[in-house]
């Protein structure tokens, strides 16, 4: 019997993964990595000379381009698969990262005359430099008691399209005037591959405002925020809208060509890695809570109906899978923390100690923080180092540590980091069941849980929840392959639905992470403690962190809050 196969490809923060998949079992048959040339871009644009503002991380068009042009052909030959035998090519990315194109869907930022224009770029998912106008959106939704809020947790993020479009619109106007559109990442990138631009139902509700039933807000509300705006989504937000499994076009004979793979085959309608993944760790039913883990998370679960959650990130109907509500919320940096801590936070000790030792610092900095028992370095932390994503919602939130004194370490400065990112999750998992959203279980994926199982154990003990984990190590890869199995269809060696797609392709390890009675009951204690900073710092009883940013930035002659 011929097998068949898909391409996923998961277009992430730094790098594009490609996956070719057997879609009888779900094996990953070769994979390759293209690390994005220009990375995000947060100090200058491209060409040098324009300094960015703090805030702002774009991206650069091309190198998601580059992504199709070497690890297409990288997987193929890798696999030693004949292309006839791949029946279609799906992709996710992060989001809301999106663009300004021109009538031919070209990106702004690739005219010449536009070059030097940030607001021609793309604008990556953790830009964060609209707070003012999601502030104004909130307040204007809330004034005209706009549906789209509640669907929102409440507050719609500085993260989303509308407030990073009317970013565009109130720092050049230019811009704004030239774009034909604005577009998700996810959309330009499927469109380079069916030559023709089709929007996904997933990031239209999510990131949008659009819903189901009642499509986008009323003209009214954008004209409330601005008169020109009043006809935006009709004009730069027009377009098709596919849900999730559906085909969005067939590959070009020109993409066919750089790619390897043969023309006609079909292409999914663009996804969002987090979303993509909960199929690909095989949950397709209420009650258990996807964590895509890497330098941030996102939290995602199914349900039934569609409930209110504070801050979550958005529900969605259909928006996971096909006949549930999905609702997502996040944590804006978790990994990213990490990061920060690997650069700014160790000691040189410990730098010399892994040369000699040979080691991995974040190896040995893991060995070090696990000798330690819940509440042993006295340390606690809110994890807003990138703001709060959910449940407050605001990304002029910051980091705090407290409990430091002359004996500090570094290793427990890192596993109180690790905690608070738990104490976050647990935040979360609180917000959802309160409103009635049950979980009872927690499912990982992403880069952590492959890398560190100290973290997977203190999130355990911190929820008092198992964490199972995805078998695979690109669950969103698997996912976008596996959503192209739906689109290409079963006639064409394809799945019929997603649910048919999940019971053969995915999988968790055997292995998981249990919760140990006695540490869960010391983090219950400690998780008091977290909430009440989390209430005092972050419900304006004291806006200490609000008032440091805005002498920051008047001190550096930035953008002051109001
Ligand atoms: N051993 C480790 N322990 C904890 N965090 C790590 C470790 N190694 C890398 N990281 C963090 O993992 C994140 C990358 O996660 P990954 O899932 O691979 O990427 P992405 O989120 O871009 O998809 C980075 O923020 C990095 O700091
Ligand atoms: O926000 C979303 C999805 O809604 C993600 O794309 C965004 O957090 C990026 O996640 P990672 O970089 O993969 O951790």
């Not at 997987?75 to 992709?91: C, F, H, T, Y």
């Not at 991995?360 to 180092?385: R, S």
């Not at 976050?424 to 849980?449: Q, R």
């Not at 997977?456 to 690109?474: G, H, P, R, Y």
Request: overall charge negative; glycine content about 10%; aromatic content about 8%.
């Amino acid at each position: 019997m011929i097998k068949h196969y898909t391409i996923g490809i998961d277009y992430g923060t730094e790098s594009g993964r490609a996956v070719l998949v057997d879609l009888a079992n779900g094996e990953e048959v070769a994979e390759h990595v293209t690390p994005y040339i220009h990375g995000v871009i947060d100090q200058h644009l491209p060409a040098g000379g324009v300094v960015l503002e703090r805030e702002w991380a774009l991206q650069h068009p091309r190198d998601y381009i580059d992504v199709l042009e070497q690890s297409v052909p990288a997987v193929l030959k890798e696999a030693g698969v004949d292309p006839s035998q791949v029946i279609g090519i799906g992709i996710d990315f992060t989001a809301c990262t999106m663009l300004p194109v021109d009538e031919d869907g070209e990106p702004l930022c690739f005219q010449a005359g536009f070059a030097n224009r940030p607001h021609a770029w793309v604008k990556l998912w953790k830009h964060h430099a609209a707070q003012d106008e999601a502030d104004e959106i909130n307040r204007i939704g809330a004034e005209r008691e706009e549906a789209f809020l509640q669907r929102y947790g409440g507050k719609y993020s500085s993260e989303w399209m509308m407030a990073k479009i009317w970013q565009v619109f109130n720092e050049d106007r230019d811009m704004f005037d030239e774009a034909d559109a604005f577009l998700e990442g996810t959309d330009w990138v499927t469109a380079q591959l069916t030559g023709t631009i089709v929007r996904n139902s997933c990031t239209a509700g999510y990131k949008a405002m659009w819903h189901k039933q009642d499509g986008y807000p009323d003209d009214a509300f954008f004209e409330a925020l601005h008169p020109d705006l009043r006809r935006l989504t009709a004009t730069k937000l027009r377009g098709e809208i596919r849900a999730p499994g559906e085909a969005a076009g067939s590959l070009t004979k020109e993409m066919a060509e750089r790619t390897g793979l043969l023309p006609g085959i079909a292409v999914a309608v663009g996804n969002v890695d987090a979303h993509v993944s909960v199929p690909a760790t095989g949950v397709v039913t209420p009650g258990k809570l996807v964590m895509a883990m890497g330098t941030s998370i996102c939290h995602l679960v199914l349900a039934e109906e569609e409930k209110e959650v504070e801050g979550m990130c958005g529900v969605v109907e259909d928006g996971i899978v096909p006949g549930y509500y999905g609702y997502e919320a996040g944590q804006s940096a978790v990994g990213d923390i990490f990061a920060w801590f690997m650069e700014h936070g160790l000691t040189s000790d410990l730098v010399d100690e892994a040369k000699q030792k040979n080691r991995p610092i974040h190896a040995l900095l893991e060995e070090k923080a696990a000798a330690y028992q819940p509440g042993e370095t006295g340390l606690l932390a809110l994890d807003w180092w990138n703001g709060n994503r959910s449940t407050l919602v605001d990304t002029n939130l910051s980091g705090i540590i407290i409990g430091m004194t002359l004996q500090t370490k570094s290793e427990e400065i890192y596993r109180t980091l690790l905690e608070a990112t738990a104490f976050g999750t647990k935040k979360i998992v609180e917000a959802f069941t309160k409103a009635g959203v049950e979980v009872n279980e927690l499912v990982a994926c992403g880069g952590l849980p492959q890398k560190n199982n100290l973290l997977m154990q203190i999130f355990a003990d911190v929820t008092n929840l198992e964490i199972k984990v995805a078998a695979s190590k690109q669950t969103p890869a698997l996912g976008a392959a596996m959503y192209a199995s739906v689109a290409a269809g079963e006639a064409a060696g394809g799945y019929s639905t997603i649910f048919a797609a999940a019971e053969k392709m995915a999988r968790v390890q055997e292995k998981s992470y249990k919760p140990n009675a006695e540490r869960a009951q010391v983090y219950e204690e400690i998780y008091k403690e977290y909430s009440k900073l989390h209430d005092y710092f972050g419900r304006g009883e004291n806006d200490v962190m609000k008032t440091l940013r805005s002498v920051r930035d008047k001190a550096k002659g930035g953008t002051v809050l109001a």
